[in-house]
Each structure stands twice: as C-alpha cells, then as structure tokens.
C-alpha cells in the first residue's frame, strides 16, 4: 500500500499524515518531512510483541522470515480462510505464505477506504493447523488485520505469534496470480516495535 493522505487504516489507529518540517518553497536548503501514523499503517508486519508480553519486537524479527520463496494462494470466494480452505492448497515444503482473498480488489480500488469491517479474515482453525505445520515462518494477508474484525480474543494473531510465526499485514495482491514467489519483506527496523511499516516485494525469476 502506498501511504497517503486520508488512506484506509484500522478503528482507533492513528492514521498516516505527513508534513514538511523543512521546506524549498518555503526558503529552506532542503525539504525534510515529519511523520506521524501508527505502527500498523498501510502494508506492515506484526511482531509476537504485538499480543505477547514477552514477546520479541521487530527488530528481532528473523531475517529469514522476510526473505525467500514463499507461496500466494487463491482463497477468494469465502468469507473466512479456514483450514479445510488451506489443506488441499499448501504445498508441504512452504515456509512463507501469502493469501489471496476478496480483500485485494477493495484495497487496490478503494486504497482510502472506507474501512471494510466484513473482510476476509484468517480463522482460529487455519491458524492451528499453520502452526502445526512447524516450518511456517511468515503468513500475510491482504487487509489490514489477519483476524476476524471485533474478536476480542484475536485468535489468529494469539496463535500464530505465539508460535513465532511473522504476521505480514495490509499486501495488495489484486494483479498477483497464486504460485510461487520470491519474497523480499523490509520493515523498519525500529526497537522494541510490536509492528513497523513496510515495502513487500514479490520476484518472478527468483524462483
């Protein structure tokens, strides 16, 4: 997601907003902007800091979560990923996975909203099943929450951080046919984050 002015963000989050602090037109030697959003703004990783006291933060995230061949699967079509939607598809050697749901085509054609509360979310049943996989490293989703909107328990995020799984957040995989990628995943490095901003890559011939 391109961060802009007035873009969709999650309730409550503080939203996207840029400022010059220094400014050419204004007689000053350089342009230098100021900026303020929440952590989870826009495209963004979640860390287990997130949901976990304990937790590490972004900046100990593994690299090799961030990096490498990762799988985007096709789940548009239902309103919920759950296991059974997962079992025939993961292929048995995945460690990163992107899915694919109705959400894309609303982020990439209403990129400011408004916020979408019925969005394709990932279900307790298919976070189980993912974690007990034991080499999933990363799973992304295409809007800005994994989890089902107004679950106060948030199974999903509970789950998969607590398994140390990286939670990848607000990808827009509209144009993206389902297969095999390479990932290249940069968050900011920002200590003791539960979440930071973050430019999301998929690579064809890498593969």
């Known amino acids: 997601m391109t961060l802009t002015h007035g873009m969709v963000t999650y309730p409550k989050d503080l939203p996207y907003q840029r400022q010059l602090q220094r400014s050419i037109k204004r007689g000053d030697s350089s342009n230098v902007s100021q900026l303020e959003m ?6 963004h990783v979640d860390s287990p800091l997130h949901y976990i006291e ?5 900046s100990d995230i593994p690299l090799d979560h961030l990096y ?12 919920a990923v759950t296991a059974d939607a997962l079992k025939p598809k993961l292929l048995s050697q995945t460690q990163r996975l ?6 894309s085509r609303q982020l990439a054609d209403n990129p400011d909203g408004p916020f979408n509360p ?6 307790k049943s298919a976070a189980v099943f993912l974690a007990e996989q034991g080499i999933i490293s990363l799973v992304g989703i295409d ?5 089902k909107s107004g679950l106060a328990d948030k199974p999903a995020h509970h789950i998969l951080l607590k398994n140390k799984i990286t939670i990848l957040e607000g990808i827009v995989l509209a144009d993206i046919k389902p297969g095999l990628y390479f990932l290249a995943c940069g968050p900011l490095k920002m200590a003791e984050s ?3 901003p973050c430019r999301a890559v998929l690579i064809e011939d890498l593969i």
């Open 54 to 58: 304990d937790g590490y933060g972004v």
């Open 38 to 43: 929440s952590a989870h703004t826009g495209s």
């Open 68 to 79: 490498g061949p990762v799988q985007v699967i096709d789940c548009r079509g239902i309103p």
């Open 143 to 147: 809007y800005l929450s994994i989890d």
């Open 118 to 123: 019925d969005f394709v979310y990932l279900d």
């Open 194 to 196: 539960d979440g930071a």
């Open 98 to 103: 992107l899915l694919k749901t109705d959400n």
